[in-house]
């Protein structure tokens, strides 16, 4: 079992790099960023490290990315994916002073695909499945925007369906009861690394408390080991940390996303 330290450094290492955005329509490098613009009119900041800037440094950095994204206009959205521990010193004033509103923190949790693989008992009328056909997608995208509390977005549905037609790896997987969707979650192995990534995880409020997140996991996590991944990882929330952590995972950092809306 590898501890906190070397899960972390593999995290790192294997991760913050263009394998941390399959899918991206294109990638600008910007001094140690990398400026991602998804399908859907969403853009993305990310980086390994930010090469030890100094406070001036980032204060010029943060509206140049800006301005970057604000030249086009297909961008609804800008995400600027931050880490606890990186070191960073100003970034939170300059992204604030530029527009972007910070979520809630989440926890990064790692750990070994097979902690995770014991599936719970579900309720007799609850099933889960794999969907790839369009119909479903929508369908389990627009579940997932009323378990987050969000407005429906058809862009969202079709951006995963343009996942899909990638065939780069990419599983949706469905909970269903009663004849609708009542939950589901992304799993995304990441080419030439260990790690598979769980992701979307979403259930319907009132579904909730019956293990229906803990088995779209455990069946998430079989999928991975099937492809080779020996390692998942997680951003995850209060509500699904625990579950992993019980699991085995194990919170390595946090990482706090900023929001900048047109």
């Known amino acids: 079992m590898m501890g906190t330290t070397l899960l972390l450094q593999a995290y790192d290492e294997q991760l913050r790099t263009d394998a941390e955005t399959p899918g991206a329509v294109s990638v600008t490098r910007r001094g140690p960023l990398r400026l991602v613009t998804f399908g859907g009119g969403r853009g993305f900041v990310t980086y390994r490290d930010l090469g030890g800037a100094d406070v001036g440094e980032i204060a010029r950095l943060v509206p140049e990315v800006l301005t970057h994204y604000q030249a086009d206009p297909g961008i609804e959205r800008v995400e600027w994916k931050t880490r606890g521990h990186d ?127 803990r088995a779209l996991t455990a069946a998430r996590a079989r999928s991975a080991l099937a492809c080779g991944k020996t390692l998942i990882y997680s951003d995850s929330t209060e509500y699904s940390r625990p579950i992993l952590e019980r699991s085995g995972l194990v919170k390595v950092s946090t990482t706090t996303p900023y929001v900048w809306r047109r």
């Open 87 to 213: 070191h960073a010193p100003g970034l939170h004033e300059a992204l604030v002073g530029n527009g972007f509103v910070p979520d809630e923190p989440e926890s990064i949790m790692v750990g070994n695909a097979a902690a995770l693989t014991a599936e719970p008992p579900l309720p007799e009328d609850v099933t889960l499945r794999r969907v790839t056909e369009e119909p479903d997608v929508r369908a389990m995208s627009a579940m997932q925007d009323e378990a987050f509390g969000e407005r429906a977005s058809e862009r969202t549905a079709d951006a995963l369906l343009c996942r899909l037609a990638l065939g780069d790896g990419m599983e949706l997987w469905v909970a269903e009861a009663e004849g609708r969707m009542v939950g589901a979650g992304r799993l995304e192995p990441v080419a030439g690394s260990d790690f598979a990534g769980l992701w979307g995880g979403a259930t319907l409020a009132q579904w909730r408390g019956r293990g229906i997140y």
